[in-house]
Nanobody, 117 residues
Protein backbone atom coordinates (compact mmCIF):
# COMPACT_ATOMS: atom_id res chain seq x y z
CA UNK A 1 0.00 0.00 0.00
CA UNK A 2 1.33 3.40 -1.00
CA UNK A 3 1.69 6.06 1.65
CA UNK A 4 2.83 9.63 1.13
CA UNK A 5 3.69 11.70 4.20
CA UNK A 6 4.33 15.41 3.76
CA UNK A 7 5.97 17.64 6.34
CA UNK A 8 7.89 20.88 6.72
CA UNK A 9 5.16 23.43 6.37
CA UNK A 10 4.60 26.32 8.72
CA UNK A 11 4.04 30.03 9.10
CA UNK A 12 6.62 32.28 7.46
CA UNK A 13 6.84 35.92 6.52
CA UNK A 14 6.86 37.01 2.92
CA UNK A 15 10.33 36.63 1.47
CA UNK A 16 11.13 33.70 3.72
CA UNK A 17 11.92 30.09 2.90
CA UNK A 18 10.65 26.64 3.74
CA UNK A 19 11.69 23.14 2.75
CA UNK A 20 8.98 20.55 2.39
CA UNK A 21 9.58 16.80 2.53
CA UNK A 22 7.53 13.93 1.19
CA UNK A 23 8.45 10.48 2.45
CA UNK A 24 7.07 7.73 0.27
CA UNK A 25 6.45 4.11 1.12
CA UNK A 26 5.12 1.44 -1.19
CA UNK A 27 6.62 3.10 -4.25
CA UNK A 28 10.05 4.19 -5.38
CA UNK A 29 10.42 7.90 -6.04
CA UNK A 30 13.43 7.14 -8.23
CA UNK A 31 11.38 5.42 -10.94
CA UNK A 32 8.24 7.52 -10.78
CA UNK A 33 7.43 11.01 -11.92
CA UNK A 34 6.76 12.81 -8.67
CA UNK A 35 5.06 16.11 -8.17
CA UNK A 36 4.29 18.69 -5.54
CA UNK A 37 0.78 20.08 -5.62
CA UNK A 38 -0.98 22.74 -3.63
CA UNK A 39 -4.54 23.69 -2.84
CA UNK A 40 -5.48 27.10 -1.58
CA UNK A 41 -8.86 27.74 0.07
CA UNK A 42 -11.61 27.87 -2.52
CA UNK A 43 -9.29 26.87 -5.35
CA UNK A 44 -8.55 23.68 -7.22
CA UNK A 45 -5.45 21.68 -6.48
CA UNK A 46 -2.65 22.56 -8.86
CA UNK A 47 0.69 21.08 -9.81
CA UNK A 48 3.54 23.39 -8.85
CA UNK A 49 6.62 21.24 -9.50
CA UNK A 50 7.50 17.86 -10.96
CA UNK A 51 10.55 15.65 -11.30
CA UNK A 52 10.77 12.76 -13.71
CA UNK A 53 12.54 9.48 -13.16
CA UNK A 54 15.35 10.88 -15.28
CA UNK A 55 15.66 13.93 -13.10
CA UNK A 56 14.03 16.42 -15.44
CA UNK A 57 12.15 19.10 -13.53
CA UNK A 58 9.30 21.39 -14.44
CA UNK A 59 7.56 24.20 -12.60
CA UNK A 60 4.42 26.23 -12.72
CA UNK A 61 5.03 29.74 -13.99
CA UNK A 62 3.99 31.14 -10.63
CA UNK A 63 6.88 29.43 -8.81
CA UNK A 64 9.54 29.28 -11.51
CA UNK A 65 12.83 30.58 -10.17
CA UNK A 66 11.68 30.44 -6.55
CA UNK A 67 10.91 26.75 -5.92
CA UNK A 68 13.20 23.77 -6.46
CA UNK A 69 12.09 20.15 -6.48
CA UNK A 70 14.59 17.41 -5.72
CA UNK A 71 14.71 13.88 -4.43
CA UNK A 72 16.89 11.62 -2.32
CA UNK A 73 16.58 8.11 -3.66
CA UNK A 74 18.29 6.56 -0.65
CA UNK A 75 15.68 8.11 1.63
CA UNK A 76 12.87 7.62 -0.87
CA UNK A 77 11.97 11.24 -0.26
CA UNK A 78 11.03 14.17 -2.48
CA UNK A 79 11.72 17.74 -1.40
CA UNK A 80 10.43 21.16 -2.32
CA UNK A 81 12.68 24.07 -1.46
CA UNK A 82 10.61 27.23 -1.46
CA UNK A 83 12.35 30.60 -1.45
CA UNK A 84 11.10 34.16 -1.74
CA UNK A 85 7.70 33.06 -0.52
CA UNK A 86 4.68 35.21 -1.25
CA UNK A 87 1.28 35.39 0.47
CA UNK A 88 -0.24 33.80 -2.64
CA UNK A 89 1.84 30.69 -1.95
CA UNK A 90 -0.36 30.02 1.08
CA UNK A 91 -1.93 26.60 0.61
CA UNK A 92 -1.87 22.99 1.71
CA UNK A 93 0.94 21.24 -0.13
CA UNK A 94 0.80 17.61 -1.21
CA UNK A 95 2.98 15.22 -3.15
CA UNK A 96 1.98 12.40 -5.46
CA UNK A 97 3.22 10.35 -8.37
CA UNK A 98 1.65 11.06 -11.72
CA UNK A 99 1.49 9.64 -15.21
CA UNK A 100 0.34 11.69 -18.21
CA UNK A 101 -1.02 14.32 -15.87
CA UNK A 102 -3.07 11.96 -13.73
CA UNK A 103 -2.14 11.34 -10.11
CA UNK A 104 -1.68 7.73 -9.17
CA UNK A 105 -2.34 7.41 -5.47
CA UNK A 106 -4.54 8.63 -2.66
CA UNK A 107 -3.56 11.97 -1.25
CA UNK A 108 -1.73 12.23 2.04
CA UNK A 109 -2.64 14.69 4.74
CA UNK A 110 -0.59 17.46 3.19
CA UNK A 111 1.36 20.16 4.97
CA UNK A 112 0.06 23.68 5.54
CA UNK A 113 2.14 26.60 4.31
CA UNK A 114 1.06 30.05 5.42
CA UNK A 115 2.88 33.13 4.21
CA UNK A 116 2.12 36.40 5.99
CA UNK A 117 2.55 39.77 4.34
Amino acid sequence: QVQLVESGGGLVQAGGSLRLSCVASGLLVSINTMGWYRQAPGKQRELVAGISSGGRTNYADSVQGRFTISRDNAKNTVYLQMNSLKPEDTAVYYCNAHVLGATMYDWGQGTQVTVSS
